[in-house]
Structure formats: structure tokens, C-alpha cells
């Protein structure tokens, strides 16, 4: 068990502020397949249990199949994902380990499928999942077994 700070209590306006940003992420055109794919893969990179736990079960009840939920650490090598979700999960790669860089090959792959709104909103989601992320890891938030 974990004894670290709770950020909703230490710092409500902080934690207003991510949540107005998680639920303008909410309000974009984004797809829920597209938003549950970066904030799964996201989690899987940054090793943050709780929001894998979260994000994985909202992806279910939103019509996810478990292959492809279970396919995402290997997405390269299955053929379970299409064009345009190959591109966002480079791209959630790319920013989530932001030290590498974004190559101008992941980015303007994705940018030829979107449109300039539609990438901004992508990036915007992927910063904003690495950002929970963070939270998450940091203060060793915990799933609950259901």
C-alpha cells in the first residue's frame, strides 16, 4: 500500500485544471476507439497500472475486442489495426517517449491522415494521457480488483 499524497486533495485547483483538460479531450470530434487506443498504449509505456486497468475496461465497454486490446504491445507485428490507428499509436509512442523524438516520418504520416484539427486533438489527447500518467506512477495510484 502506498502512503503518497492524493493530488485531488493536496492540490484541488491543479487537479481542476487536468480534469478541465481531460474533459475538453472528451469534447473533441476524437473517436472513442482512437482515444481509448492512445490512452491504453500510453499507460503501457509509462507503466501505469491504474490507468491501464481503467482505460482497458472502458475500451471493453465501449465494444473493444480483447485481441486487440491484448495486441497492442506487439501492434507492429499483428494486422489488427488500420491505417489510421497505426499512425496514432506511432505517433502515442513517439510523444510518450518524447526524449527520441517525433520523427518527421510518424508525423507527417499521420498528418496526410487527419486533418490539421483532428492531429492537433490526437496530440493534444496523447499529452494529456502521458500527463495522468504521471500522476498515476507518481503518487503509485493503485487499481482495485473488481
Keep these: 500500500m502506498s502512503n503518497r499524497i492524493k493530488i ?38 509509462n507503466g501505469c497500472t491504474y490507468c491501464i486497468d ?42 510518450t517517449l518524447i526524449s527520441g523524438k517525433v520523427s518527421d516520418e510518424t508525423y507527417n504520416n499521420a498528418a496526410a491522415l487527419f486533418d490539421k484539427t483532428y492531429l492537433a486533438q490526437l496530440i493534444m489527447g496523447i499529452i494529456t494521457i502521458n500527463a495522468w500518467n504521471r500522476i498515476g506512477v507518481t503518487t503509485r495510484l493503485e487499481p482495485v480488483l473488481i
Excluded: C
Excluded at 482505460?55 to 495486441?71: L, P, S, V
Excluded at 504491445?73 to 505517433?91: G, H, V
Design 8 to 45: 485531488n486533495q493536496a492540490d484541488p485547483a491543479g487537479y481542476k485544471a487536468m480534469l478541465a483538460m481531460e474533459n475538453y479531450i472528451e469534447s473533441t470530434g476524437l473517436t472513442t476507439k482512437h482515444k481509448d487506443l492512445i490512452k491504453i498504449r500510453a499507460s503501457q509505456i
Design 54 to 95: 481503467i482505460h482497458t475496461r472502458d475500451a471493453r465497454k465501449a465494444g473493444e475486442t480483447e485481441q486487440r486490446i491484448y495486441g497492442l504491445t506487439s501492434w507492429r507485428e499483428t494486422p489488427f489495426f488500420d491505417e489510421q490507428e497505426r499512425a496514432i499509436l506511432a505517433l502515442t509512442e513517439e510523444v
